[in-house]
């Protein structure tokens, strides 16, 4: 931990990553795989799962060899590290549905150079025992998985009317096809933020004095 | 992140004890994936052969067995590792008796917004294409999935003639998409008004996949009818059938018609899209 | 431009079309009377101010000089007037802040006549002669910059000058005053162009004239035939009508077709360029060897009831010139010295008449309120059609509502800019930017200082 | 089936560009499009990346594949490009100083593009073979930098608008790139050929 | 005179135009338009109409009271984007897509941005690509134009509930077309002669008796009223002539090459929205460049792209993407044709000339 830093409880390191520092939604990282892979709710969250499970291993491996590794091959080793347990994931998902591992396709192996990881490796992992460490990962990949799935349900639900693939709205539903094409993805993400940023501002300024506008 | 973070005074590392701690991460991880590998193998290749089978049964009916063929010039063997060059995979589909229910292979072409593919059934009794399934497909909802979903459309795929030329080394007629209403002959293939792209892309996979199939095929038919008994499973990792590793699955990488769509079950909801296909006529 | 051969050297690109609004040029130049009280700034010029020769209580009479350049960039005063000397104090000035003035109280019986004068001889003059001449005369330029003439002619050595531009285009609305001056005095026209050509080491004299005023051409051309030189070195030639035509390098790619490079003077390419208001009343006072006393002002505008050109005596406050013109009495007015597109509004009516005034203005008040809603730039790129220096106003417009003044002058050329103001005239959006661009030039020079 | 190689470029280029149809590269795309100045650079400097990570995929491919090891390939295809672009980054720091300071800041960045890796994966996965391995990334690398200049011409015009408190930032950009992804839908179809 | 005075900066004259005269001037030519394809669809198209401007003009007052801004509406820009947006969509669209239509437009197309001025794109075209690509299906189904009981009876289509898809109306199109029109094939001339080849003669299109977009057949009228507005120079004349130029220059050449294949050049400039898109969207102030020779540069892209896209591409139709991707250009454009300052040339050359 940096000195001066105040430390965090069990609780808050576990909440950081999903509210505070949520990944999605806050730092807007891992983009790729958010928007890509999000059409329907089941793959954002079988997506998220996968993330998550990488997080998890490589923080794992990570903080026990925190002592170990050199500063030098620090970057390579968290490299070599998350690669492994993408490629884990990726035979686990073949495992278990060969239509999930369709769906998400490439973008599977992806997740290795999805900034959330490698970031959360060198950030924190790589500072931190193994139990805290796990908990802060466990936190990032459960916002992670959260964000995909807020993006994720909101375009299967306009995209086809469905969530999880029950249909919402009865047989006649119109689909908006673009929620499922990639402009539907930017601006579901965009909304989200909008709809964050708007709240903030809300909860900042109660009384906004109104902002310089041409006309005055 | 990079080398500059690290402040000069630091002492540098061994290069010694670098290389012993990336070996050690490297021996750690090395195990981690070689565990991963064997411990999924067999549930991999039982989820891929299952997805053959359910795909190839799709589009021959009655079938309960599939077999993978490579048909090159050289003659027809059962798939190996890999396709050599100028041969074309091939999947024969048999009945529970043992006998040649029919054969199917795989067309593609560039459709609306990615490659289309098809997995096509052949007739050898018949010369002609008797069902298609989609492999794969990024066409627009609603308009592109009509190829899977519009009755009328499949209907051109019951008897599409695909029957050899004299010389045997063409097809007699090219198989050819025409406009909505104007099919007039069985090698033609009545488009979906609005769909038209999407529609040619499947006739032309098709049309490329038989003119170099067929000729290559029809000389070596018996030694499939005799249901040459090969090995009860390819092995999966050198030849993964239909999915080719990841080749339907990265393709449709992003925003793709098949996820809320998937065409595994094409056919099933044909009935209640029909109908609107119809309407949006344009 | 080279596209088009038949338009070369025709005029200038882009530009605009203002009304001309010029119902004074049918009727001939009047004289305005003394005012009792006349004020003289000592600085009507850029340059540094004139440095007073005379004390509160002394008696001057017409035309004498009461105040000297001092040094090369300054200019004399004359007193227009004869009377006596009120004070040396501050008053308020056009531009705003009070300056020092000479108040000057009119003797009633003050007349026309110059009291003091030293005719030179003229032919036998050199031409450093004839510039000290003209310094002495306490001439500007009468176009409104109010550059002191002496300095605009003085060429430095190692240039060569060709040609003089006269410029006549008057290309403002509203204002006719050198439109009259050259139907009424276009023989002091060539006594001054003669001057000029002299003094600079001109081989040919342009004169512009823009074509809605061909009856100046005719008057020009006559005197040309009467007492110009026979040689053709002086002509006359008409330009389109076009705002602004009388911008200095505007009016020489008009007649030369050659463009004065950015950031340089017309001398640069071997041209001088003098207005013919300046030249006109130079033939006429260097000859009497008077100094400069009294100017033709254009007094016009919806808000004036006796619109004309006048002979206005320097040093006349607004508020004698409009009771005098038949100011309606409005409520709200706006009072501008110079024309509608470049001129200054005043906001005190003690504020004199000096050198560099070509016309005062009067709008109402309906006038100024019509129509002046603001709106976001909607990029129409009117501004870019209209900009005659090339420029993109709509760019620096947006760039100087981000306050991002370094990138408007390194990237997008705002020195270039010198205010002419078509710009603001067609945004329809009505966004000041002219103002804007004043302000950032302001801000820019601060910072390079 | 073989593409052409027009088709190739063509389609990667615009109808199936990566950032606004595949989502590739999105990190360095919201990140570095701010200006104009730096869009350009950053294109260029990826372009390269991705080819010379095509190259290396190529290659490490035809080794995984012939070995069998394919459970290796994305492991050593993430070394390999990390590698490349580190040796990369040392040549041009060497040879071309000049080159090194326009866009050596970008080239750490770029490591953790997943275009670059996509480029190599996807061309795996669609069985390319060399010259269509190259064309790919050309195309892709082409297609990230005409997205990024794009993207970047509106964000510099937006910088003079009075964007709402609210738009500000990610959320504007990722509103802009959904704009950029719609109007590229015209090009569906484009390079399908006849 | 104790008169007040008022001070101002220079210049004190102004031209007289004003951001709503411009923007009620192209009300006022986009009207005549908006009554042609009412006299040609009917109920339907006027239902349309009505509804994407009433929700271009609600969302706009949404937005501004969000952002605590003074009321736009009074600038007749959201009027101009709704009734734009509706001559460009189906006259059979459902009421509830015009309305989302309308609402994206306005959202995604302007408010976003910051208003009038600042819009990146196309507010129109904005929304209509968005339900485009929302709904592809209801936004190429066509109908016949002069329909007999068109002034008495709705498009089954246009009432639809919202939410849910359209019911299927070929059957109803049969049924509804002028007995002199046989063979109603519900595609558009566009349509018809990429996929089946066949091609519209002329006269088709200046009778109107084409399926189109509610407002893009009568061409001579979108002239004309085009024309009013650059000569009164509330438009740039130069963006339509750009487009249409190089659209039909473009053309030109392909049926040079291939005259079999490729149709002539006055069948791509009647067909489809181009006349409309070139006059009235492509010509949108905010979203095309400011310099001239930008203009050119923008127009000829658009028009060949146009070209490019109805070849080559999947689309049926062009233009509305072409026009999008210039305005994702536009900046760019504007960029590379910064005017050249006054006496900037003459300094180089003379440079040139001394080395």
């Not at chain 5, 959202?107 to 819009?119: P, Q, T, V």
């Not at chain 5, 509305?320 to 300094?347: C, H, S, W």
Request: charge should be positive; aromatic fraction near 8%; proline fraction near 7%.
């Amino acid at each position: 931990m940096i000195p001066g830093q105040k430390q965090l409880s069990n609780l808050e390191e576990l909440l950081e990553g999903i509210w505070k520092q949520n990944p999605v939604f806050v730092m807007v990282l891992g983009m790729c795989p958010v928007l890509a892979v999000s059409v329907s709710a089941v793959n954002a969250l079988s997506m998220g799962l996968a993330t998550l499970f990488v997080l998890l291993g490589s923080t794992l491996l990570v903080s026990l060899l925190r002592n170990v590794v050199p500063r030098e091959v620090r970057i390579a080793t968290y490299i070599l590290i998350i690669a492994t347990f993408v490629t884990v994931v990726d035979y686990l998902i073949q495992a278990i549905s060969l239509a999930v591992y369709d769906a998400l396709g490439a973008f599977i192996q992806l997740i290795v150079v999805n900034c959330v990881i490698l970031g959360r490796a060198e950030a924190h992992a790589s500072k931190n025992p193994p139990g805290r460490a796990l908990l802060n990962a466990l936190g990032m990949g459960v916002g992670f998985a959260i964000g995909l799935f807020a993006i994720g349900a909101v375009r299967e639900i306009l995209g086809a009317g469905k969530l999880f693939g029950f249909a919402l709205f009865g047989p006649d539903f119109q689909p908006w096809v673009i929620m499922v094409l990639p402009p539907g993805g930017f601006f579901v993400l965009g909304a989200w933020l909008l709809l964050f940023n708007w709240l903030n501002s809300r909860k900042a300024a109660p009384v906004k004095p109104v902002e310089g506008h041409a006309h005055v | 992140m990079n080398a500059a973070s690290v402040p000069p005074s630091q002492p540098s590392t061994p290069s010694a004890a670098m290389i012993r701690t990336l070996g050690l991460v490297a021996t750690v991880c090395g195990i981690l994936i070689v565990t991963a590998y064997e411990g999924t193998l067999e549930a991999v290749a039982a989820n891929k052969k299952l997805a053959l089978e359910r795909a190839v049964f799709k589009v021959i009916p009655g079938a309960s067995s599939v077999k993978e063929f490579v048909v090159g010039p050289t003659g027809v063997q059962p798939a190996g590792n890999g396709v050599p060059e100028g041969a074309v995979k091939l999947y024969a589909a048999y009945d529970q008796a043992g006998s040649l229910k029919g054969l199917a292979a795989e067309g593609a072409a560039k459709g609306y917004s990615d490659t289309v593919r098809v997995l096509y059934a052949y007739d050898p009794e018949k010369q002609a294409i008797t069902g298609i399934g989609v492999v794969s497909m990024r066409e627009t909802p609603g308009i592109g999935d009509k190829i899977y979903t519009d009755a009328a459309f499949l209907k051109n795929f019951e008897a599409l003639d695909v029957t050899l030329s004299a010389d045997l080394k063409s097809l007699a007629n090219a198989v050819k998409v025409v406009k909505h209403g104007g099919k007039q002959n069985p090698w033609e293939i009545d488009a979906i008004a609005g769909a038209t792209v999407t529609c040619k892309a499947v006739g032309k996979g098709i049309n490329e996949s038989a003119q170099k199939l067929l000729p290559l095929l029809l000389p070596h038919l018996d030694k499939l009818k005799a249901g040459e008994p090969a090995r009860p499973t390819p092995h999966p990792a050198a030849s993964p059938p239909l999915s080719k590793r990841g080749q339907g699955g990265f393709d449709s990488g992003s925003a793709s018609s098949q996820r809320l769509n998937p065409p595994q079950p094409p056919f099933e909801k044909g009935g209640s899209r029909a109908s609107h296909a119809e309407g949006a006529a344009s | 431009m080279s596209l088009f051969p038949f338009f070369k050297n025709n005029t200038f690109a882009r530009g605009v079309h203002p009304d001309a609004n010029k119902s004074t040029a049918g009727s001939p130049i009047r004289r305005m009377p003394f005012a009792s009280r006349m004020i003289l700034p000592l600085v009507q010029h850029i340059g540094k101010p004139a440095v007073p020769l005379v004390r509160a209580g002394e008696e001057v009479v017409r035309g004498q000089p009461i105040a000297k350049a001092d040094g090369f960039l300054s200019v004399p005063i004359h007193a227009p007037a004869d009377g006596v000397i009120e004070a040396i104090e501050l008053k308020p000035s056009a531009r705003g802040p009070w300056v020092e003035s000479i108040v000057l109280r009119v003797y009633e019986g003050s007349t026309q006549e110059i009291g003091w004068r030293h005719p030179p001889d003229i032919e036998s003059m050199s031409p450093r002669e004839i510039l000290q001449a003209i310094q002495d005369s306490g001439m500007v330029g009468l176009g409104g910059a109010a550059f002191p003439s002496h300095a605009k002619l003085a060429v430095p050595e190692g240039t060569k000058i060709h040609t003089l531009v006269v410029n006549g285009c008057e290309c403002e609305p509203y204002l006719t005053c050198d439109h009259r001056l050259m139907l009424e005095y276009p023989e002091d026209l060539m006594a001054g162009i003669r001057l000029a050509m002299k003094s600079v080491g001109a081989k040919r004299a342009i004169i512009g004239v823009e074509d809605n005023k061909m009856d100046a051409v005719a008057a020009i051309q006559a005197a040309i035939e009467k007492v110009g030189p026979a040689d053709g070195s002086i002509t006359v030639q008409a330009v389109p009508t076009k705002y602004p035509q009388g911008a200095e390098k505007m009016l020489v790619k008009s007649l030369l077709g050659v463009e004065v490079p950015s950031g340089g003077l017309p001398m640069h390419i071997g041209v001088v360029v003098n207005n013919v208001g300046t030249l006109a009343l130079l033939g006429s006072l260097l000859p009497e060897g008077q100094g400069m006393t009294e100017r033709v002002v254009t007094v016009t505008g919806p808000g004036i009831k006796k619109p004309g050109d006048y002979w206005v005596p320097l040093g006349t406050p607004m508020r004698t010139v409009l009771k005098w013109a038949g100011a309606q009495d409005a409520n709200e007015q706006e009072i501008i010295l110079g024309g509608p597109m470049m001129g200054q509004a005043v906001a005190s009516l003690d504020v004199p008449v000096t050198k560099g005034v070509s016309g005062i203005l009067v709008f109402d008040k309906l006038r100024i309120e019509a129509d002046r809603k603001l709106w976001p730039c909607i990029k129409c790129g009117e501004c870019v059609k209209a900009c005659p220096m090339g420029l993109n106003p709509s760019m620096l417009g947006m760039l100087a509502g981000r306050r991002e003044y370094e990138a408007m002058g390194a990237q997008y050329h705002l020195g270039d800019c010198f205010e002419c103001g078509c710009c603001t005239y067609v945004c329809p959006s009505h966004i000041p930017l002219v103002q804007q661009f004043r302000v950032a030039k302001g801000i820019l020079r601060g910072k390079a200082t | 089936m073989s593409e052409p190689l027009s088709s190739i470029f063509i389609s990667t280029l615009l109808a199936n560009n990566l950032v606004l149809a595949m989502f590739l590269g999105l990190c360095p795309f919201l990140g570095v499009s701010a200006r104009l100045n730096t869009a350009l650079p950053m294109g260029a400097a990826s372009t390269f990346v991705m080819l010379v990570a095509s190259l290396c995929a190529f290659g490490l491919n035809w080794l995984v594949t012939t070995f069998n090891l394919e459970f290796l390939r994305l492991i050593s295809y993430i070394v390999i490009i990390a590698s490349a672009v580190q040796l990369v980054e040392m040549v041009l720091k060497k040879y071309s100083p000049v080159l090194f300071r326009a866009l050596g800041i970008y080239l750490p960045l770029i490591t953790t593009n997943c275009a670059v890796l996509g480029v190599a994966l996807f061309q795996t996965a669609r069985d390319y073979d060399f010259l269509q391995s190259v064309t790919f990334a050309v195309a892709g690398g082409a297609g990230f930098t005409l997205a990024l200049l794009l993207m970047a011409g509106l964000r510099e015009r937006l910088n003079l608008a009075i964007v709402p408190n609210v738009v500000q930032g990610t959320a504007l950009s990722l509103m802009l790139a959904g704009l950029l992804s719609l109007a590229f839908m015209g090009f569906a179809g484009l390079g399908a050929g006849e | 005179m104790t008169a007040r005075i008022e001070l101002r900066t220079s210049p004190h004259v102004v031209k007289g135009t004003s951001v709503e005269h411009i923007m009620f001037n192209v009300v006022l030519a986009l009207l005549p338009i908006a009554a042609f394809s009412v006299w040609q669809y009917g109920l339907s198209a006027l239902a349309l109409i009505v509804t994407t401007t009433l929700t271009c003009l609600a969302s706009e007052r949404l937005f501004n009271r969000l952002s605590g801004q003074q009321s736009t509406l009074s600038d007749w820009s959201a009027t101009i984007t709704g009734l734009l947006l509706a001559l460009t969509l189906p006259p059979a669209f459902p009421l509830w897509m015009g309305a989302i239509a309308g609402f994206m437009a306005i959202a995604l197309g302007k408010a976003l941005f910051g208003g009038i001025g600042f819009n990146v794109m196309n507010p129109a075209l904005v929304g209509r690509a968005f339900v485009q690509a929302a709904f592809p299906v209801a936004i190429t189904t066509w109908v016949p134009a002069f329909a007999p009981r068109r002034f008495t009876e709705f498009v089954p289509t246009t009432f639809t509930a919202p939410l849910m898809t359209p019911p299927d109306i070929s059957a109803w199109a049969l049924n509804a077309k002028p007995a002199a029109l046989d063979g109603f094939t519900g595609a558009t001339p566009l349509a018809r002669w990429k996929f089946d080849n066949v091609l519209a003669t002329p006269h088709d299109f200046l009778s109107g008796a084409v399926t189109a977009s509610a407002g893009e057949t009568s061409a001579i009228l979108i002239l004309v009223c085009g024309a009013y507005l650059a000569i009164r120079k509330f438009m740039d004349w130069r963006i339509p002539v750009a487009i249409l130029g190089s659209a039909a220059l473009t053309a030109l050449l392909f049926q040079l090459i291939d005259p079999a294949r490729y149709p002539d050049p006055l069948f791509v400039l009647l067909s489809g929205g181009m006349i409309l898109g070139a006059m009235f969207m492509a010509s949108d102030m905010a979203t095309s460049p400011v310099t001239p020779k930008g203009v050119w540069i923008y127009g000829a892209l658009i028009g060949v792209v146009t070209v490019m896209i109805r070849y080559f591409g999947g689309l049926t139709e062009g233009v509305m993407y072409a026009i999008l991707l210039g305005n994702a250009l536009a900046p760019l454009i504007d960029q590379v044709t910064q005017p050249k300052v006054f006496g900037e040339v003459k300094r180089a050359r003379v440079k040139e000339k001394q080395t």
